[in-house]
C-alpha cells in the first residue's frame, strides 16, 4: 500500500486542520494519534512519501520513531513538529536524514512548501 502522506499526531484540532488542508490539495493522508498506531500501519505496508509527525506523542516521540524507521522507508522526506523549543531543538540535534524539524502549529504556508517538494521529486 503506498499513500502519500503520514500524520502522526495526538492534538486532535491539529491534525483535523492539517488534513482539511491536505484534503483541500488532493493528497492522501492517513492519520495517526500515537506511535503505535503509527507502527502497525506501517507495518501493513504503508510506504508514505512524507510523514508529518508530532515529536512529543503519548507513546513515544518522532524523533525515535523516525529514527527506527528511517532504514525500511528510505524515500520517505520526514517533517518533525513540536511546541516546545526544547523538543525541537532536540529533533534538529538528532541530524536524522530527510529530516525537517519545525515549530508547532506548521504554519500552512510552510507545510505547502513541504507538499511543493513532493511533487518535484520522483514518487
Known sequence: M???ILIIE????LRDEIVDFL????RTVVCCESIA??????QQGLKPRLI??????PDGDGVSFCARMADSLPSTKWVLMSGN???VRYGTLAR?????????PVPLAVLARFIGALDASPA
Open 2 to 4: 503506498s499513500n502519500e
Open 10 to 13: 495526538d492534538d486532535a484540532f
Open 23 to 26: 484534503a483541500r490539495r488532493g
Open 37 to 42: 498506531q503509527a507502527d502497525e500501519v506501517c
Open 52 to 57: 508529518l509527525s508530532d515529536i512529543n506523542l
Open 85 to 87: 523549543r526544547e523538543l
Open 96 to 104: 536524522l536524514p530527510s529530516v525537517q524539524v519545525v515549530d508547532k
